[in-house]
């Protein structure tokens, strides 16, 4: 037996004689979120595939639960939303998705589970006119079908407006509080930095991060960055201060982790030369591009 939802141990795949996942290690717990990241052509996508049982691998393994990738038990286990999701456009959403319970085998209350997603007034209309975010929406209803323990989610909120992505990762939520491992790959950083437990990053097909964001930035020793904004006259500011003027009336510092409150002291000591501080730590664009350089090149 198995306390981990989902093991990617030492997995190797090759396209001819490209390595393109290349000793990738990761691991969910129930109830995880992780996002995962990287710049286009980095594995994410075979990754997902091989998890799914679609692509097969050739070193390491990988389990969901106790399952095998493709088995009767791993397709009962796994839910996958790919970012392009596609359904029969002469089917009502109704139709759609009892027709996915009833593959399934899962008793589903299927009006319940399209309101939820925010489609009860489009349950009985086709799908061929629904837009690219019910389509979405009508994926992510089928994702919640069966409560699997894992569960696969590529770009989910590809085609939702603002509020239907607060909505979606509400739901999100909901799956990992039920004990769902939610594995997302996503290129949208805003909104997994404030919605994820970990942060994995891959880059030419090996995994070079996977940890929480505090502990990222603390391994990446990014500087953090203060913004002062001057009283009276922000030279003489940047001058005690040695930092660099930015919009007319402010200063900026830049300095590590360690040095922040040193620097908030002497921010302190200019008193009423200081009108206001921000802090601003590094954000997980600046993690990505530092552990994702190569790439981004």
Sequence with gaps: MTDKALSIDHVCKDRGKTRVLDTINLSLAPGQRVALLGHNGAGKSTLIKSILGLTPIH??????????????????????????????????????L?????LSGAKADVPGLLDRVGLSDALDRRIGTYSKGMRQRLGLA????????VALLDEPTSGLDPISRQDLYAIID????????????????TEVEARTDRIAIMRKGRMVADDTLNNLSALAGLPIRLKVRASANPDVLAAELDGSRINGAAVELLCSPEDK????????????????????????????????????Q
């Design 174 to 189: 909901e799956l990992a509080a039920q004990g769902t491992a939610v594995l997302i790959a996503s290129h949208a950083l």
């Design 142 to 149: 089928q994702v919640l079908l069966g409560q699997p323990k």
């Design 98 to 102: 009892t027709l996915f319970a009833q």
């Design 59 to 96: 070193g390491g393994a990988i389990r969901i639960g106790n399952a095998t990738p493709g088995s009767n038990q791993a397709r009962r286990e796994t839910a996958y939303l790919p970012e392009a999701v596609s359904f029969h456009s002469a089917l009502t959403g109704r139709e759609q």
């Design 261 to 296: 409150m040193e620097a908030l002291r002497r921010i302190a000591g200019m008193g009423d030369a200081v009108a206001d501080v921000e802090m601003t730590p590094p954000k997980l664009e600046d993690l990505y591009r530092h552990y994702a350089q190569e790439e981004m």
